[in-house]
């Protein structure tokens, strides 16, 4: 017998797998998981070169996954001013006028919505803080921004446009630009005409994110996009390093997506490294509830909510189906009701399924009735939700997301207990750089939500730590290989102070993490 490359000892082993629920050692070797159980059993895979590692008593999990993530993408969306603790207008006019200039830009991310006051979002507001320089300031969704004047004019932009997907250049009643700009399209217009990090400092970047993922006890993550020159950046940062974290990335199919593309998109599922690979294709059925762009049954409080982000809707499923019989699973952001229940009769029009199938997402599900809960796990359609998310809201729904709603539409906030009940697959993520990327808070956060999801009853921390684990690999299709603390499962691995199952969510959400293991490497220790 070859010796193990790592041993742990000293812990309480919380495997999830059900034909041995608890241990106090493991091993791995070659990133696998070899052995499982007590100390005394693991003496034989010890040898002069494997590293022991004593947990004094720490609860082993299996690796935390962060289920939807942007660490690529977001080195761009969190670039500049971080402007989350922004409240109000008054200290966002603070927080610009200090801001760091970028080639002569300010540049600011994670706005709040609410931070307008009701306000429609307008670069008026901004000015007098910015002294005539331009900005580009992400709002915290991710799917909007608000430029300055100053900014518009850079880029050419004097009025109204029109796109091939939903998205929009908001303009005045005269037809002058706001400074709003809403969904992916719009804000592209700006792409040419902002500064941009170095390949080799966003590279550095990466590896700094991924390394402060790891020391939160995540060990893989699924990774929401792959655009511009990510495969590039991936393959040069492995070059010189390892990467902390594991990534499955999912490139986009937007409107308008052609044989030329499918066949890319399809093609593209071949490519990987050592420590990351492309799995599934994203897919976009809205934008999002403050924006104005979630697929609704009836309009929100402003009229909007109507359209789909795919202005025809069928041609969304033509792609879905293309997808799936090449074998492609697929991870659609729906919002909305009508988002959600579109993409769950796209996916129930693809026929029976059988072992191997491709597996179908839906991410987000912000609001969702009742007679579509139960669809999920009769469709095999994994839930993707993010309980972070739940802070940008209120209790009393008096923010910016459940006003638009409306009471009956905001009681129905984040139902993840409700669709756990249902007997849906719910995997967790945090939606980095939208909300922290720190798995403590998501599972803290998935036992006790927030805001206008606070008078639902949160997941239990089974259900919770199910999440990050064993629902995740269910999610991505690795539940043979992944998700929990088995031999030959990949050896992923994370120790934290207190046991999640019994933890309250306040413990849970500053334990200590001593260990994180991905793929069979240690990637984070204290």
């Known amino acids: 017998m070859a010796a193990a490359d790592i041993v742990l000892t000293g812990a309480a082993v919380r495997t999830l797998d059900p034909s041995r629920p608890y241990a106090d050692a493991v091993a791995v070797k070659d990133g696998l998981i070899v052995a499982v159980g007590g100390a005394a059993d693991l003496r034989e895979w010890q040898g002069p070169g494997t590293e022991t590692v004593e947990l004094a008593g720490a609860t082993l999990v299996p690796g935390l996954t962060d289920a939807h993530s942007h660490p690529v993408w977001g ?119 902002l500064p941009r990090a170095s390949f080799t400092e966003r590279g550095a970047r990466l ?39 594991r990534l499955r990335l999912a490139p986009w199919c937007m409107p308008g997506a052609g044989d030329e593309e499918l066949e890319w998109l399809i093609a593209v599922q071949r490519e990987h490294g050592r420590d990351w690979r492309v799995g599934g294709v994203k897919l ?150 939208i909300a922290s990327y720190d798995a403590r808070r998501v599972l803290a956060t998935a036992l006790a939500p927030r805001g206008a999801a606070a008078g639902h009853g949160g997941l239990t921390g089974l259900m919770a730590l199910e999440g990050c684990t064993t629902h995740a690999a269910l999610a991505a299709g690795e539940s043979t290989t992944a998700g929990r603390i088995a031999v030959g499962y990949r050896a992923d691995l994370t120790a934290l102070g207190v046991d999640p199952v019994k933890a309250p969510a306040d413990e849970i959400a500053d334990a200590p993490v001593p260990l994180t293991i991905s793929s069979g490497r240690i990637t984070h220790r204290t």
């Open 207 to 245: 590896l700094e994110l991924l390394s402060g993922m790891a020391a939160t006890g995540i060990a893989s993550a699924h990774v929401m996009d792959l655009g511009g020159d990510a495969l590039e950046l991936l393959a040069s940062v492995e070059e010189t390093a390892e990467l902390p974290v």
């Open 284 to 433: 976009f059925m809205d934008g999002t509830v403050e924006g104005g762009t979630a697929w609704l049954e009836h309009a929100d409080c402003h009229g909007t909510g109507t359209d789909a982000f795919w202005p025809d809707p069928a041609a969304y499923s033509a792609a879905v189906h293309r997808l799936h019989h090449a074998g492609v699973g697929t991870a659609t952001h729906a919002i909305g009701d009508a988002a959600v229940r579109h993409v769950l009769d796209t996916v129930e029009a693809l026929g029976a399924r059988g072992a191997g199938a491709p597996v179908h997402r839906i991410e987000h599900i912000e609001t969702a009735p009742d007679d579509q809960l139960g669809r999920f796990a009769r469709l095999g359609v994994a839930a993707s939700m993010q309980p972070p998310h739940t802070a940008y809201t209120r209790a009393d729904h008096s923010d910016e997301w459940s006003k638009r709603l409306g009471p009956e539409r905001a009681a129905r906030a984040w139902r993840c207990r409700d669709l756990r009940d249902a007997g849906a697959v719910l995997a967790l993520g945090s939606d980095w750089p």
């Open 75 to 193: 080195l761009e969306l969190a670039s500049g001013t971080d402007l989350s603790a922004v409240t109000d207008l008054a200290a966002l006019r603070v927080a610009l006028r200090g801001a760091e200039r970028r080639e002569g830009w300010v540049l600011a991310w994670g706005l709040n919505h609410n931070a307008f006051g009701g306000r429609e979002p307008h670069h008026a507001l901004i000015e007098e803080a910015l002294d005539g320089a331009p900005a580009f300031i992400r709002l915290y969704d991710g799917h909007s921004v608000l430029v300055s004047a100053a900014g518009l004019r850079a880029a050419g932009i004097h009025g109204p446009r029109e796109f091939v997907q939903r998205a929009s250049v908001v303009c005045d009643a005269e037809g002058r630009p706001t400074g709003h700009l809403i969904e992916h399209a719009a804000m592209d217009l700006m792409t040419r005409v």
